[in-house]
């Protein structure tokens, strides 16, 4: 039951995740240690998920809407906190951060997130 959950949900993954993080490595040209960009996960199959949440307090201009941005992906893959994850779907390639802690389900797992602005 599980198996057919899972090709269910699945069939709803369109997009691509890569997966970026900064690791310390040397660089050759001078011998020092360097911060670079370094791809650890490539082509994860995913869903980017869109909703919109509307600020109900009471103010004089037009109320606040704020999106919320939910990435639907496969319970293994495991996302350090802190990296980029650039997300290609629908033709749109867009890069995000992790807002928090990943909730974990019996098939995938669900993200929230934020446009990646730099590197903690």
């Given at each position: 039951?599980?198996?057919?959950?899972?090709?269910?949900?699945?069939?709803?993954?369109?997009?691509?995740?890569?997966?970026?993080?900064?690791?310390?490595?040397?660089?050759?040209?001078?011998?020092?240690?360097?911060?670079?960009?370094?791809?650890?996960?490539?082509?994860?199959?995913?869903?980017?998920?869109?909703?919109?949440?509307?600020?109900?307090?009471?103010?004089?201009?037009?109320?606040?809407?704020?999106?919320?941005?939910?990435?639907?992906?496969?319970?293994?893959?495991?996302?350090?906190?802190g990296s980029k994850i650039v997300v290609?779907?629908?033709?749109?390639?867009?890069?995000?951060?992790?807002?928090?802690?990943?909730?974990?389900?019996?098939?995938?797992?669900?993200?929230?997130?934020?446009?990646?602005?730099?590197?903690?």
């Amino acid at each position: 039951m599980v198996k057919n959950y899972r090709n269910a949900l699945q069939k709803l993954w369109k997009g691509l995740c890569d997966v970026y993080t900064v690791k310390t490595i040397r660089n050759p040209a001078n011998g020092r240690d360097e911060p670079t960009e370094v791809q650890i996960l490539q082509k994860q199959p995913c869903r980017l998920s869109f909703s919109s949440i509307s600020s109900t307090t009471e103010q004089d201009s037009a109320p606040l809407t704020q999106q919320s941005l939910k990435l639907f992906l496969d319970k293994s893959v495991a996302i350090p906190p802190g990296s980029k994850i650039v997300v290609t779907q629908e033709g749109q390639t867009n890069a995000y951060a992790q807002s928090g802690p990943p909730a974990v389900y019996s098939v995938h797992q669900e993200i929230m997130l934020v446009p990646f602005e730099r590197y903690a």
